[in-house]
């Protein structure tokens, strides 16, 4: 298949529309027969009335532009229409061109389409895309036919079109808690300081520096007698939280456990770690946001590639952009070393991990953080269930052993003060849930 600038170039047919007429008129004076050059008479004029009067591939116009268009940036799992345009003012009678893909991987259909004579002609379809990150959508292979078939240009490969997926927000989770130092001085979570807000901290007389909207005049008005004063309403302020959502990245399992050790060169089938994980912080961080939080992502395999805080829904479309086009797979299972330095998050962040709990490194920086006086919440993103070959004796004890070892890494974080959860949405939302109660024990 050509890859460059398709050029008009004769086909079999019009070789054999000019050589045909030719050897009958030859072998009718030959054999003295009349009747084999009337036979080529219809050929010879066909020919020319397909050529008229272009009697080369130069007096031809270019061939028509293929290409596919459609939107820069998509969502996981959302269809999109993406069209392929063909491009008049060309001598083309007939294209032939390859449509988008319904999904990356899939089959792509092959169409034939007139070639437009004064206005582009677009051939529009939907595609979706299962996976985040950038994906190839498109790519418009085509052949274009002029003069009744004697003249083609291509097969030509057309230009790749390409995307950026999002990824998803599974579900919506539920307002997450607010940390023991609040940050903000504004935002949608109740605290125990008093100050302005919208929770009602108690109702006493009036002092100095009260202000007058302040004043309960329902109580007032209760009081009777000499001593009658006003009463003021006094408020808890209501704060925001600060997030940050670590992801440890250098492991890419899926739920094979034989395939832990492959070079990972293209996707399999079914979620793995990795995608669990980035569909996992998107959710987190669209929770928060949508509550006015601030929220920032950290790739712990790549620290200074890092979102910083930030909230709003621009924010929230920034971090899945990053999450889309900065979040590495590792080549293969082989453990990777995490960065000695880590940048320091403000007092009392909010810490999510998500993590495969494969080795001490992510559970001892955990600790740390918590022991730092972080809520820390860690989701293990391992795919399940998981699916071990009991015909490989040697693979099936490897995965006891590390599994076992893997238990024992998280009901040590458990004990170290860091609830473990799955990436399951329901048992998310229930250990957020868990851990706005724990912190709401500690006075802020």
Not at 323 to 340: E, F, I, M, N, V
Not at 375 to 393: I, K, M, N, T
């Amino acid at each position: 298949m050509r890859t460059d600038e398709p050029q008009w170039r004769a086909s079999p047919a019009l070789i054999r529309s000019m050589l045909l007429p030719g050897l009958l008129a030859a072998g009718g004076l030959a054999l003295g027969r009349a009747e084999l050059v009337l036979l080529g008479v219809p050929l010879a004029l066909g020919t020319v009335l397909a050529l008229g009067g272009r009697m080369g591939r130069g007096a031809l116009r270019p061939p028509p532009g293929v290409r596919a268009i459609g939107p820069k940036v998509l969502h996981v799992g959302r269809p999109a229409a993406v069209a392929v345009r063909v491009d008049p003012s060309s001598d083309a009678q007939l294209v032939t061109t390859v449509l988008p893909m319904p999904e990356p991987g899939a089959v792509a259909e092959r169409v034939a389409v007139v070639a437009p004579a004064d206005r582009p002609r677009q051939i529009v379809t939907e595609t979706s895309s299962p996976v985040w990150g950038s994906q190839l959508l498109a790519r418009p292979d085509h052949l274009a036919v002029a003069a009744d078939g004697l003249f083609t240009a291509g097969p030509t490969t057309g230009v790749p079109y390409t995307a950026q997926v999002l990824p998803s927000i599974a579900t919506a989770l539920p307002p997450g808690p607010l940390p023991p130092r609040p940050s903000g001085m504004v935002g949608a979570h109740r605290t125990r300081r008093p100050g302005e807000g919208t929770e009602l901290h108690d109702v006493s007389p009036f002092a100095p520096g009260d202000r007058l909207r302040r004043i309960d005049w329902r109580v007032t008005a209760r009081q009777a007698g000499p001593r009658e004063e006003l009463y003021t309403r006094h408020t808890q302020v209501d704060a925001d939280a600060d997030v940050v959502c670590c992801l440890d990245n250098r492991f890419d399992l899926r739920a094979e456990v034989g395939g832990w050790s492959e070079l990972a060169t293209e996707p399999g089938a079914g979620r793995s770690s990795i995608d669990i994980a980035v569909d996992t912080v998107a959710s987190v961080a669209a929770a928060y946001i949508e509550h006015g939080d601030r929220v920032g992502v950290l790739d712990l395999a790549r620290p200074r590639d890092h979102a910083l805080l930030g909230s709003g829904r621009r924010h929230l479309l920034r971090l899945r952009t990053q999450l889309a086009r900065h979040t590495g797979r590792p080549g293969s299972g082989d453990s990777l070393p995490l960065p000695r330095k880590v940048p320091r998050f403000p007092p009392g962040a909010i810490v999510v991990v998500t993590s495969v709990f494969l080795d001490d490194a992510v559970s001892t920086l955990a600790t740390s953080w918590r022991r730092a006086g972080h809520p820390v919440l860690a989701v293990d993103v391992l795919p399940a269930p998981l699916v071990v070959d009991r015909a490989e004796a040697a693979v099936a004890m490897a995965a006891r052993i590390v599994l076992a070892e893997r238990d024992e890494r998280m009901r040590s974080l458990a004990a170290g003060g860091v609830p473990v959860t799955s990436a399951d949405p329901a048992a998310l939302a229930l250990s957020l849930a868990r851990l706005h109660r724990a912190v709401r024990r500690v006075r802020p």
